[in-house]
């Protein structure tokens, strides 16, 4: 059996919203899209987050966003992409 204090605690929509600096209709809309992890709880449906895996979806962002920025320079700089003019 699991304790309590061995279980990372649930975030709400409300505060995933709060994390991401985003609505919570798009935190619900994501949800569903399954572009955010989510676990819904109690018979209504409630959604709920990990920590852990809001985090991995801001570090995905990161990478994306790096990788976007990379592409963006190369594109500006042809001798960044290897072509020497």
């Not at 709060?18 to 209504?44: A, E, K, Q």
């Amino acid at each position: 059996m699991v304790s309590d204090n061995q279980m990372s605690p649930m975030l709400t929509v409300e505060e995933v919203a709060r994390l991401l600096h985003i609505h919570s209709n798009t935190v619900r809309r994501w949800s569903d899209r399954g572009i955010i992890r989510v676990y819904r709880i109690t018979r209504r449906g409630d959604r709920r987050f990990r920590r852990e895996d809001i985090a991995r979806f801001l570090a995905e962002i990161n990478v994306n966003r790096g990788n976007q920025e990379k592409d963006d320079s190369t594109a500006r700089d042809p001798r960044k992409a290897g072509r020497a003019t």
